[in-house]
């Protein structure tokens, strides 16, 4: 069963817009949760990581929140740019696995038109 | 600058035939993983590595064995490649106990004919 969801599936939105993409995870227990940035054929670049109970983050024209009472994690994009377009992933950390397990979501891809 | 490099980036191969998948790092990290994506799904964890020959299987370790001899390099070896191995393999490395600083190489693309 997927333990990490996310929504919605895809998205267009035009240049300049705002968007925010949604992350609601059963992994228990929950350590910390990253989003990532995936280029089409790239590797993963994180974009925040949030650790506390009710956390926020922001890292330019990227703002994040995480409630792990309701495990549910939002990802914003202000202002987007064309290079915009990619797939974000959530990605949530499990401290009870030894093995330091990470639970990925299957991704949102956005694509900004001009 | 640090990364975790990946060789080859592109890789066909016919079905029964070897595979062998490398991964660098120069940051020194002790941790280092395998992962794979597939359309649709999440990635997936083939093995971690805790360091120098200790290795441990992930989720989906069938079909696939590891190899660190260096700190440094982590190989996946697939021995009589099958079709549904055809995947885009990851490998990522960490610190010991660094959640947070995990970092991703940009995959291999494997498609096995």
């Known amino acids: 069963k997927t333990q990490v969801e996310q929504s919605p599936q895809s998205l267009v939105v035009r240049q300049g817009e705002n968007c925010v993409l ?8 929950d350590n910390h949760l990253r989003w990532f940035k995936q280029d089409t054929g790239k590797g993963l670049v994180s974009l925040t990581v949030l650790v506390d109970q009710k956390d ?8 994040a929140t995480l409630d792990k009472d309701a495990k549910h994690s939002t990802l ?39 | 600058d640090m990364k975790v490099t990946q060789m080859p980036r592109y890789l066909i191969k016919r079905m ?5 998948l490398e991964c660098g790092q120069d940051m020194s990290h002790e941790t280092m993983y395998w992962y794979r994506q ?38 996946l ?8 191995q055809t995947s885009v393999y990851f490998c990522a490395s960490s610190s010991v ?8 190489g940009s995959g291999t693309r494997l498609l096995v004919i």
């Open chain 1, 22 to 29: 949604q992350c609601n995870y059963s992994v228990t227990p």
């Open chain 1, 76 to 114: 914003h994009i202000t202002a987007t740019l064309l290079d915009d377009t990619a797939t974000y992933i959530c990605v949530v950390g499990d401290r009870g696995s030894a093995l330091g397990r990470l639970h990925f979501g299957a991704g949102t891809q956005l694509i900004v038109i001009p």
């Open chain 2, 97 to 104: 106990k660094g959640w947070s600083d995990y970092t991703f």
């Open chain 2, 16 to 20: 029964g035939e070897n595979v062998l």
């Open chain 2, 38 to 75: 597939d359309p649709g799904l999440g990635l997936q964890l083939i093995y971690i590595s805790y360091d120098v020959d200790s290795n441990s299987e992930g989720d989906i370790p069938k079909g696939y064995r590891v190899s660190r001899k260096k700190r440094e390099h982590f190989s």
């Open chain 2, 77 to 84: 070896i697939l021995d009589s490649a099958k079709t549904n």
């Open chain 1, 56 to 63: 926020k983050t922001s890292n330019g024209r990227y703002s």
